[in-house]
């Protein structure tokens, strides 16, 4: 069973930098195929894609975002982290890490996000 | 990539069927999720490849499309579909999504 938990602060002050831990089970980052994304959901219930790590240590970045975000894994010890500079209080949103699934179709890999984590709330706050 | 679903709110039956549509703004052939979000959960995949049904997820979800129009459709509508409903594409490295669509009761 494929299953990812979001840890991190709750609340972080404006300017201040975020660090989320996502720790997973029931697959390995090592195996190709495989990748970790970081989606955040605003109050207004908006879903936006943030980061993305795959099993070769490729990193992908939200185009708006990517100065701000860095994301990295530990495959020893199941875990990705993601920290997000410079925090706003228009940040302020719940944060989900999800699993990227491959699958090949006409020669080629694609991927999309078929588990999630239960996500953490961060209020950026003074 | 932008995507816009439509409508926002739709209003229906235990019964009914229900149609949600999603425009990309350029081609995404078949590089499209479709997610449920029941409120205070985490989404989850229904659907894949624009078309595929998730594994254990109920044959009255079912998707069409390609290119820059897609479907979700769902046939007889059962009160745990009561929900928000989100396209996604992956065509590119970090994908992005629809704004949602709620479904509520009639």
């Known amino acids: 069973q494929v299953t990812l938990r979001e840890s991190g602060p709750a609340l972080v002050k404006p300017t201040q930098t975020l660090t989320l831990t996502c720790s997973f089970s029931?697959?390995?980052?090592?195996?190709?195929?495989?990748?970790v994304t970081w989606i955040r959901q605003t109050p207004g219930k908006a879903l936006e894609s943030l980061a993305r790590?795959?099993?070769?240590?490729?990193?992908y970045y939200s185009p708006s975002l990517r100065t701000r975000l860095d994301i990295s894994k530990d495959t020893s010890k199941n875990q990705v982290l993601f920290t997000m500079t410079n925090m706003d209080p228009a940040d302020t949103a719940t944060y989900y890490c999800a699993r990227i699934r491959g699958y090949e179709k006409g020669g080629y890999n694609y991927y999309f996000v078929d588990v999630w984590g239960k996500g953490t709330t961060v209020t950026v706050s003074s | 990539i932008q995507l816009t679903q439509s409508p926002s709110t739709l209003s229906a039956s235990v019964g009914d069927r229900v149609t949600i549509t999603c425009r990309a703004s350029q081609s995404i052939l078949t590089w499209v999720a479709w997610y449920q979000q029941r409120p205070g959960k985490a989404p989850k995949v229904l659907i894949y490849?624009?078309?595929t049904l998730e594994s254990g997820v109920p044959s009255r979800f079912s998707g069409s499309g390609s290119g820059t129009e897609f479907v979700l459709t769902i046939t007889s509508l059962q009160p745990d579909d009561f929900a928000t409903y989100y396209c996604?594409?992956?065509?590119?490295?970090?994908?992005?999504f629809g704004q949602g669509t709620k479904v509520e009761v009639k």
């Open positions: 029931g697959f390995s980052l090592t195996t190709r195929g495989m990748c």
């Open positions: 490849d624009a078309s």
């Open positions: 790590i795959d099993w070769d240590d490729d990193k």
């Open positions: 996604q594409q992956y065509n590119t490295y970090v994908g992005t």
